[in-house]
Nanobody, 121 residues
Framework: QVQLVESGGGLVQPGGSLRLSCTAS????????MTWHRQAPGKERELVADVTSGGGINYADSVKGRFTISRENAKNTVYLQMNNLKPEDTAVYYC???????????????WGQGTQVTVSS
């Protein structure tokens, strides 16, 4: 019923930039928060940034000042602009959205399939 599709990952040199996108599609009545998480090899998945439907934003300390999260509600899309990338940013990045499907009266979390970001010289 609902799909989240991410794009924009890839290989970049240290100090470089990437922009991730994630679009939700399907029978969507509404979306609360939209978030980006990441999981590096051998580590637990961690929250990178989140943005509420009202525009409230939070970042992990490790990315503050370098990453910017934004969303386009009309397109059900969330973005993550990543600047000054470091090797420790290497991970699979996952999009998450808290969505109410049409015909239901509750919200639940949906996840994208993940996109690989590799920062290496």
């Amino acid at each position: 019923q609902v799909q989240l599709v991410e794009s924009g990952g890839g290989l970049v040199q240290p100090g470089g930039s990437l922009r991730l996108s994630c679009t939700a599609s399907g029978s969507i009545f509404g979306i609360n928060s939209m978030t980006w998480h990441r999981q590096a090899p051998g580590k637990e998945r961690e929250l990178v940034a989140d943005v509420t439907s009202g525009g409230g934003i939070n970042y992990a300390d490790s990315v503050k000042g370098r990453f910017t999260i934004s969303r386009e509600n009309a397109k059900n899309t969330v973005y993550l602009q990543m600047n000054n990338l470091k090797p420790e940013d290497t991970a699979v990045y996952y999009c998450n959205a808290n969505i109410r499907v049409g015909g239901t009266n509750y919200y639940r979390d949906y996840w994208g399939q993940g996109t690989q970001v590799t920062v290496s010289s």
